[in-house]
């Protein structure tokens, strides 16, 4: 009977310890699908928009902005190669026949490396044109919550050829490199021909354990940069043809 009982109880145990891996595999099967479908649903969103920007034609009103605001790296699986997260926002206008609209994004806190995607929208008639500062002065309650967890917002410009714009030129448009990325701004008849957007989401699981980590001081930055971290965040990219590009903008 001793020995019947010991080898249940070991089958017992074995059957336990298999089924909490089991759990453990379903829960991050689960987790790794909701941040798919999350991060998927967000750059589908961010494309249609981006696709839209057009130019104002009005010299020195802008018609594209994005400025890094935060830079952080973070160590890769491995321990021999590390990926920089770049928090940026952004600012361009569409238009939808006479009527005109300025929409932004930004990631907000930005100051830990981690924060949430909110989105910004403002409309004006043809006769009044929405401008940059509407979105960079806006308040709270102007701004949407998109997605929590970004931990990686990057955009890049490209010309007509496919070449990666990082300088200034004469037809309005601005690019100056700063924080591992480029600023950008164009005015007048000038968008970028095509844009490259990257998305960098963590695992809700792992956001929740940085968030109960103190607000003081580092912890928080020193945690996100470990490469355990690096493991639970995942990077979406899109490549963006802009419409309404004017031909003239670009020599």
Do not use: C
């Not at 994005?66 to 790296?73: G, I, L, M, R, V």
């Not at 699986?77 to 206008?93: E, H, I, K, M």
């Not at 102007?142 to 030129?169: C, K, M, P, W």
């Amino acid at each position: 009977m001793l020995i019947t009982v010991a080898l249940l109880a070991f089958i017992v145990v074995g059957l336990m310890a298999m089924f909490v891996q089991t759990q453990k595999a379903f829960r991050g099967g689960i987790a790794q699908t909701d941040v798919l479908e999350a991060g998927r649903a967000v750059t589908d969103l961010l494309a249609r928009e981006l696709e839209q920007t057009s130019p104002s034609q009005l010299a020195g009103y802008t018609n594209f902005f994005a400025k890094p605001n935060k830079s952080t790296a973070q160590s890769l699986p491995g321990g021999s190669a590390s990926r920089t997260n770049v928090l940026s926002y952004f600012f361009f206008l569409t238009r939808n026949n006479l009527d005109w609209s300025g929409i932004g994004y930004v990631v907000s806190p930005a100051s830990e490396g981690v924060g949430t995607l909110y989105r910004y929208e403002t409309n004006a008639p043809s006769s009044r044109l929405p401008g940059v500062n509407s979105f960079l002065n806006a308040n709270s309650s102007a701004l949407h919550r998109v997605a929590d967890g970004i931990v990686h917002f990057q955009i890049e410009a490209y010309d007509r050829n496919g070449i990666r714009i990082t300088s200034q030129n004469t037809n309005g448009i601005y690019a100056a490199p700063l924080l591992n990325s480029v600023e950008y701004s164009f005015t007048g008849n000038a968008v970028p021909a095509y844009l490259e957007l990257e998305l960098g989401v963590l695992e809700y699981q792992t956001l929740k354990k940085l968030q109960a980590l103190p607000a003081a001081g580092t912890v928080r930055e020193v945690y996100l940069a470990r490469e355990q971290t690096a493991g639970r965040v995942h990077i979406f990219r899109r490549h963006i043809t802009i419409r309404n590009v004017d031909p003239e903008a670009y020599p």
